[in-house]
């Protein structure tokens, strides 16, 4: 039986993280995990995704700091089940800090030129440049934001990374067979 493994997967918005994700977990025959990871978490605390989705988003403040922190926790207990249960690959959730002393895990982070990133989101969502612009910017931020209030680290810092890839104008499919390789060659997969 083959050890268990866990790819993190962290990345800009607008970099196609998630279908590059959704491809690596098809190639190495793993069940991928994203938001449908909320829905207990959801349910528990009573909450839409829409609120879950603020809450993370905003600088820690005395009222959501707890809720924040509380959520957090929920996900990370709910991570690390799931990665001890089976091999599989995770996206986003803080997942390279979760996962920073298993010896099992290869955490990759994506990024993108920034006119790669617009068009990709102008047209994925059929919005004007300067409206990518700023979701790019506020996702971003939100992003950066609940990483630093839960790992402390910034999601920028290379060293939380076994890869980090800059994926403007690559094809999804290529850049997960890498990948792919990649875990292979450093987990034995």
Avoid at 73 to 81: A, G, H, T
Wanted: with cysteine.
């Amino acid at each position: 039986m083959e050890k268990k493994f866990v790819v993190t997967i962290g990345r800009e918005f607008g970099t196609g993280g998630r279908k590059i994700a959704n491809e690596l977990a098809q190639i190495l025959g793993v069940q991928l995990y994203d938001r449908q990871l909320l829905e207990p978490i959801r349910e528990r605390h009573n909450l839409t995704q829409e609120e879950i989705d603020h809450i993370k988003s905003v600088k820690p403040s005395w009222w959501y700091e707890n809720v924040s922190q509380d959520l957090y926790n929920d996900e990370e207990f709910l991570v690390r089940s799931l990665a001890e249960r089976e091999s599989c690959v995770i996206l986003g959730r803080t997942g390279f800090h979760i996962f920073r002393e298993n010896p099992n895990a290869f955490k990759v982070f994506l990024i993108a030129d920034k006119t790669y990133r617009r068009d990709k989101v102008a047209r994925r969502l059929n919005i004007n440049e300067g409206s990518a612009d700023a979701l790019i910017d506020k996702v971003d931020e939100a992003r950066e934001n609940f990483t630093k209030t839960f790992s402390g680290k910034t999601r920028y810092d290379a060293r939380n990374y076994d890869l980090v890839l800059n994926v403007t104008g690559l094809d999804a499919q290529e850049v997960a067979r890498f990948i792919a390789e990649c875990v292979r060659r450093r987990l034995g997969q």
